[in-house]
């Protein structure tokens, strides 16, 4: 694939708008880029093809020289497209921020640059977040390319405990730590809209008045666990997280061009400051940060692992 210039595959078309979606909310895109790769024109071909999206922010962390080009050129050429440049590579959660602030919206979307809506996402997200307590956030599924739902698109309160269980995969391997597992994608899936600690910040959805109640992303968090830590606060302000199971994301995942291990070093890092943010008593405190760095090691040995398995994940 060349670039923006064409997507991937035909994006199918929309299911004709009821009079709900009709008199809907504005709805901005958020997409934060930085080095993507092939994966970013399919994926903005099909936000651009959804009727329900009205403008897309395109925050470039960085692309290369001919990318940002075709970004620019995008830009020119489609008045929904707001391209923001300049600020440089500064981490998924301030650029999101960035992008918030810029969109007209007053439902934001924030959606990867690897990640293609399928036909309905939108629509189930919009009509999924009107009507809810404030603040509410809702999570799309996140499914891999074999449309098998993703690791981590829906989860469990994440706690230091559950994070090394995962990390290492022993919640996996082991029996007797099966009840440490926080990732649920092989449980059954709802049938609705249904609450859950949880979700994945490859999609998701929040009015405009809910995100800015809650500050929006924690800009402490460079790259990883913003999602996690955005869940968290939404769910202690009394409001909800929630999870759709049939507003439909395919994230492919690893297509960056940046080096696994500095993505997993800056997960770790990610963890490790979470668990200390919300460390209450004394005890939480110490075992927070006596536990830092044993996260961060277990994060960057990982792409170590799949390197000498020869897996990308």
Known sequence: MNGIAAPIVAVEPAAPLDDFLRSRRRVSVVMVVYMTGEALGESIARVLADPLVDQLVIVDNGSPCAEAARLRGLAERDQRVKLLTGQGNVGFARGANLGARAASGEILIFLNPDAFLQPGCVAGLVRAIENRPTPTLVGGRILNADRTEQRGARRGDITPMTALMSLSRLAQIAPGLKRYEVHWENDVAPDHVAPVPTVSGACLCMRRQDFDAVNGFDEGYFLHVEDVDLCWRVRRAGGQVLFHPKAE???????????????????????ARYFRRRAESFSQRVLAWALSPIIVCTAIVRPVVWRFRGRTA
Do not use: D, I, M, W
């Open 249 to 271: 994301v395919v994230h492919l995942g690893h297509t960056s061009q940046t080096s696994p291990l500095r993505v997993e070093f800056h997960k770790g890092v990610g963890l």
